[in-house]
């Protein structure tokens, strides 16, 4: 989510706080339970941490077992099944609770019922990814371009300096090493903007857990959130694969994707005193977030996973290959569609 969609929920916050109306539902749950409900959402950050780091780390370690490389059917149909969770995740979850949120009656009815809020904003997220998206993509081939050029002009001068005689192993060893590929390029992108969108509403979801006491609530959405980031963390972690990072940054992307659940859920126990779901100020902020999010998440599966892998030549030369990828996305999607019954 870019610095931009920040400050419109952020403006669009202040614009509107003194004109919200007050909530005076009163809480009446009999599974508000403060004391049953820490140790529950102790078990949710360990296990939720354990299924995520499994679900980033495995395509990692594809490239020893070769029925799972990036380029095998077996890697392709387990990435379009985890794109196809992305997407239930930006439809089927994210979506809709922020148009919950922004529909609420502990909302104004101007200008929170007036307006389509959530469409709006999530519609500007997806645009604005489509903007870095692009952008970032002609940074890193011109950056690209810049370095093999200077290379190029070093190993020359030093051929040059040499003479071609003695010194010709010391050219060779100063010799460009080539472009990186626009496909590389690509992967390098989709990945960091993926991650991106999937860290906002890790942390927005985790806060929602750690804020609540409902132990009735608690129990099956930790359940569905294993799920979800054993199986996203699949689908981000086959785009890490494929962007051919450095092991630093490989470790990095897989510590910030697998932490901030946990760390959201961790936050929402500190600010559990402080947070309540049915403020105003709550309802807005994160029913903007989520928006922005979905607008996020949405765009990424659709666009830079699921389309972008179709309609590469790998999928358009096997219309066999397309079925099975075709049915490993709708498995994941319905999957996570019934998982929007719990979570």
Request: glycine letters at 8%; charged letters at 10%.
């Amino acid at each position: 989510m870019s610095a931009c969609t920040l400050k419109l929920i952020f403006i669009v916050f202040f614009l509107a706080h003194k004109t919200l109306a007050q909530c005076h539902q009163e809480t009446t749950n009999t599974c508000n339970n403060k004391s049953k409900a820490l140790p529950l959402k102790l078990i949710g950050i360990s296990s939720i941490l354990i299924t995520s780091i499994i679900g980033v780390s495995l395509p990692q370690f594809t490239r020893s077992v070769p029925a799972l490389a990036p380029d095998r059917t077996l890697f392709i149909v387990t990435k379009a099944f985890a794109s196809g969770i992305i997407l239930a995740t930006g439809f089927m979850h994210v979506l809709p609770d922020s148009f919950v949120m922004l529909r609420s009656s502990c909302l104004a009815a101007n200008p929170w019922h007036k307006f389509p809020f959530t469409g709006f904003v999530a519609m500007l997220s997806a645009i604005i990814t489509l903007m870095v998206d692009s952008m970032a993509t002609s940074m890193y081939i011109k950056r690209n371009n810049t370095l093999v050029s200077a290379e190029a002009e070093m190993a020359v001068a030093v051929a040059v300096a040499g003479g071609g005689g003695h010194h010709h192993h010391h050219s060779h060893k100063h010799a460009p090493k080539g472009p990186i590929g626009s496909q590389l390029l690509r992967y390098r992108v989709v990945a960091m903007v993926l991650e991106l969108g999937i860290v906002v509403h890790s942390i927005v979801i985790g806060v929602g857990v750690g804020a609540s006491n409902d132990t009735c609530t608690i129990k099956p959405l930790v359940a569905a959130l294993c799920f979800h980031q054993m199986f996203e963390g699949m689908g981000l972690g086959g785009c890490i694969l494929q962007a051919e990072y450095k092991n630093m940054k490989k470790l990095a992307m897989v510590f910030f994707f697998s932490i901030t659940t946990p760390f959201g859920i961790g936050l929402g126990i500190g600010l559990s005193k402080a947070y309540k779901e049915n403020t105003p100020s709550a309802l807005i902020t994160v029913g903007l977030l989520n928006a922005s999010s979905a607008g996020l998440l949405i765009y990424m599966a659709l666009v830079d996973l699921l389309a972008a892998d179709f309609m590469g030549p790998k999928l358009q030369g096997s219309i066999k290959l397309q079925v099975k990828s075709y049915a490993a996305v709708l498995v994941g999607a319905g999957g996570m569609s019934v998982m929007a019954k719990w979570a």
